[in-house]
């Protein structure tokens, strides 16, 4: 397979997920090992932010985690804590290693401070590393100390899993469903070259505007939200973890997962789509500190649903050998006409606009993705010094943007 044509594959990480159907006695041993992850979660942030109260007394105003200091601390939980050697070893250093992660992410101004971890969120989850004990079957998958669990996929899923090096699986537990996560080794063909370039612009109603005027509208998920707004309504009512809540919480579950599936699926085939046919792919970067801050949910929500679909398209770019440009936030790709360059300041929330300067008639969106693929590709020219073939639009004059944005 891929052997014969060596240096041409890439070899990737991929994410797999499938559902389980634990008995009662795994779910007892899936919930210790939660609570366990949390147990030292909580006491490793709680050390964390006591040692660095002292180190504040002497002036410091950063205390970077290491490694081996949580490592230290941990065998320390163990001696005092004995039922944490009901876990997995890697299952429980994965937590510090997860707590660094998350304090680099707050140090870097990316994300929000590291929260202790509560019983009572819904979504919870522990990491068990494949030192050669993750064993699968068409039906079955062994897990090391904790033992058989039913799981169901599709047959193309069963075929990788049996195909593929396993790195790690994640147990995760979510509105009262288990599913197991694999880490995945798989190695993907480059896809065949096609010559084009595109732009993309994303937005609220036009879920994707493509530079040759294509429009892909959002997902209608009305009754999925619908459904979801019912039951949490429903959820508030009960008394926690009651045998009501708990089935309640669990039919939650069910349509968070079918919206989530629904996206999912929409926005693989975009990308696939998107990757297939273009060679360059040009977009908008997103602020993910804006994204983090904004209080409003359904503009956060459609944040984080375009971060999802971009993160596809850049990872799917890696994996085919695609190229992938972001060009600047700050850029105003609806203000400037792709035709002649004009800088029209004052264009306000209209979708349809003629350009004073060359008369050219456009739709708003259209016009910002065909301004983001001329950006991408001189931002790609300025990076490589390399004269591309002409991708056969005009070149663009631009004027005075940067007035814009600080
Ligand atoms: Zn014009």
Redesign the pocket.
């Known amino acids: 397979m891929c052997f014969i044509m060596l240096g041409e594959c890439n070899i990737v990480n991929e994410g797999l997920k499938v559902k389980l159907y634990p008995d009662k006695v795994m779910v007892d041993k899936f919930n210790r090992s939660l609570g366990n992850v949390r147990f030292v979660w909580n006491n490793l942030l709680t050390e964390y932010q006591k040692t660095f109260e002292l180190f504040k007394q002497h002036g410091y105003t950063k205390l970077k985690c290491n490694q081996t200091t949580f490592n230290t601390m941990l065998t320390m939980l163990k001696k005092e804590y004995s039922f944490l050697y009901e876990s997995e070893s890697s299952t429980l250093q994965q937590v510090y290693r997860d707590l660094i992660r998350s304090f680099n992410g707050f140090f870097k101004k990316n994300s929000n401070y590291p929260k202790f971890k509560s019983k009572k969120n819904p979504k919870n989850g522990f990491r068990i590393q494949n030192n050669n004990n993750i064993k699968i079957t068409s039906s079955i998958i062994v897990l090391p100390v904790l033992g058989e669990v039913h799981y169901r996929t599709s047959p193309q899923y069963k075929q990788l899993l049996k195909e593929s090096k396993i790195n790690n699986v994640t147990i995760k537990k979510e509105h009262n469903h288990y599913y197991a996560v694999f880490n995945i080794e798989t190695e993907k063909q480059p896809m065949e070259k096609t010559d084009k370039a595109v732009g993309i612009d994303l937005g609220i109603r036009t879920l994707a505007t493509l530079s040759n005027g294509l429009k892909i509208t959002n997902l209608d998920t009305t009754h999925e939200d619908k459904m979801i707004k019912k039951y949490y309504r429903v959820l508030s009512r009960k008394k926690y973890n009651s045998n009501r809540y708990n089935k309640i919480l669990k039919t939650l579950g069910k349509w968070i997962q079918r919206k989530t599936n629904r996206i999912n699926d929409a926005y693989h085939k975009l990308s696939h789509y998107i990757v297939k046919n273009y060679d360059i792919i040009c977009m908008e970067s997103l602020d993910i500190k804006e994204l983090f801050q904004n209080t409003d949910l359904s503009s956060r929500l459609q944040s984080i649903s375009w971060k999802k679909l971009v993160e596809m398209i850049k990872y799917k770019c890696e994996w085919y050998g695609k190229k992938f440009i972001q060009i600047s936030k700050w850029f105003p790709s609806s203000k400037i006409?792709?035709?002649?360059?004009?800088y029209c300041k004052d264009l306000g929330d209209k979708k349809e606009w003629t350009?004073?300067?060359?008369?050219?008639h456009h739709d708003r969106d259209i016009n910002a993705a065909k301004n983001i693929k001329k950006e991408g590709l001189r931002l790609l020219m300025d990076e490589t010094f390399v004269n591309l073939r002409n991708w056969g639009d005009s070149t663009v004059i631009l004027l005075s943007w940067e007035s814009t944005g600080p």
């Open positions: 006409c792709s035709q002649c360059g004009y350009c004073p300067h060359c008369q050219t």
